[in-house]
Structure formats: structure tokens, C-alpha cells
């Protein structure tokens, strides 16, 4: 219920494929992240691609260390710095406006739900930003991409060439609601896979 109040995207680009992590989803990577892993708690937690910052804020409730969101959308940011300010975690939340993919920031662990590369201006952004995580990450990563069969042996191969190894692998459901004009359903759900991914040898 937390992470639903916070705002979506006020004006989204479908060019930068944005569209919000729905609260149920993140609670959801959140949990599997602090309660079965252990990886929020005193933790130095980065989000990439952070939206409005449902999980960098969901991730300081739960008692990071500190949460650090990046976007390249300043409206974006704003929205998620309000929000951390209204629900008391300003104080341990960061946001950063810049090009997740020439950040050189470190942090423990990254939890992220990156574009799906489904636009052409946003192709291939998907397996970008998950090389991106495994570079800057310390301990593990968290990451959200459609589920099928040929896009988890790529990402098994990628993976497992900058030494990570994948822990965990859930389906999941994310409710994508009419967000755009050419959106006619007033829902659609899609699978998608979570990865848990080790950096520890």
C-alpha cells in the first residue's frame, strides 16, 4: 500500500519505455530481496532506472543503509524525491539525474526494472542495464525482464561471462496499465522473470 501512493510518472515517454512498477510487484522483489536474502538491510541500495522510486524508497522503508535512484527523467526524480520526503525516508534516499549507462557509481546491491528494449530507440536497453548492474554491484542484483525461453539463455550467457551467478529465477506478473495512446485494454499482463543474481564467489 506504501509503494502504490507513491505517484506514477505524470507524463511517461514511450520512447524511454516508461512505465511504473506496480506497488504489489515491487513489495514482491522487496520481500524475496530482504526476507529470503538478506540484502536491504545496512545495505548500500542502488536502483537504475528509477522511475518515480518505488524501489529505492521500498528499500530504505525496509532499512537500507542508504538507496541511491537514477533516471535520466528530472520529472521522474522529482516525484520520487516528494514522495521520499512524505514518507520519512528522505533523509537516507538519493537521486541522481543522469544516463544509467555512464554512471560509475558502486553500491551493495541493485534492484532495478529496466526498459524491456521493446522500442526501437530502447533496444537492447534491457540486456545494457543488466550489464550495467553486474559492473557496479558488490553483493547481488535483482532484475525484471519478459519472460521467454530465448531471452533467458541470453541473459544466462551474459551473466555468466562477467562471472555472476544467477540464484534464483521467479515468474511473476507485471499489470501494465493503459499508460499510453495506443494502449486499448484497460490492463495487460505480462510474465515476467525476476533474477537473483550473486556477485559473491
Known amino acids: 500500500m506504501l509503494l502504490d501512493s507513491i505517484p ?5 515517454k514511450i520512447e524511454l519505455e516508461q512505465y511504473t512498477i506496480p506497488g504489489t510487484l515491487a513489495a514482491t522483489m522487496l520481500w524475496i530481496a530482504e526476507f529470503k536474502y538478506h540484502d536491504i538491510y545496512n545495505r548500500v541500495i542502488i536502483d537504475l532506472g528509477c ?9 530504505a522503508i525496509l532499512g537500507a543503509k542508504c538507496t541511491v535512484g ?4 528530472p520529472v521522474a526524480l522529482s516525484v520520487a524525491k516528494d514522495s521520499a520526503h512524505r514518507l520519512g525516508v ?18 551493495d546491491v541493485v534492484i532495478q526494472n529496466p526498459p524491456f528494449g521493446v522500442q526501437k530507440t530502447m533496444r537492447h536497453m534491457d540486456t545494457l542495464f543488466l550489464m550495467k548492474s553486474l559492473e ?27 562471472g555472476g551467478r544467477i540464484t534464483e529465477v521467479i515468474t511473476l506478473k507485471f499489470d501494465i496499465k493503459p499508460t499510453y495512446r495506443k494502449h486499448r485494454k ?3 499482463l505480462i510474465d515476467v522473470d525476476m533474477y537473483r543474481i550473486s556477485l559473491e564467489g
Open 8 to 12: 506514477e510518472h505524470p507524463n511517461p
Open 51 to 59: 522511475g518515480t522510486g518505488r524501489l529505492a524508497i521500498g528499500a
Open 90 to 107: 528522505d533523509e537516507i534516499t538519493n537521486w541522481l539525474c543522469a544516463d544509467v549507462l555512464y554512471t560509475d557509481i558502486r553500491g
Open 136 to 162: 557496479i554491484a558488490r553483493k547481488a542484483v535483482y532484475t525484471l525482464h519478459k519472460s521467454d525461453p530465448k531471452t533467458r539463455i541470453l541473459l544466462e550467457k551474459l551473466i555468466k561471462e562477467v
Open 70 to 73: 537514477i533516471d535520466i527523467d
Open 186 to 188: 484497460r490492463h495487460y
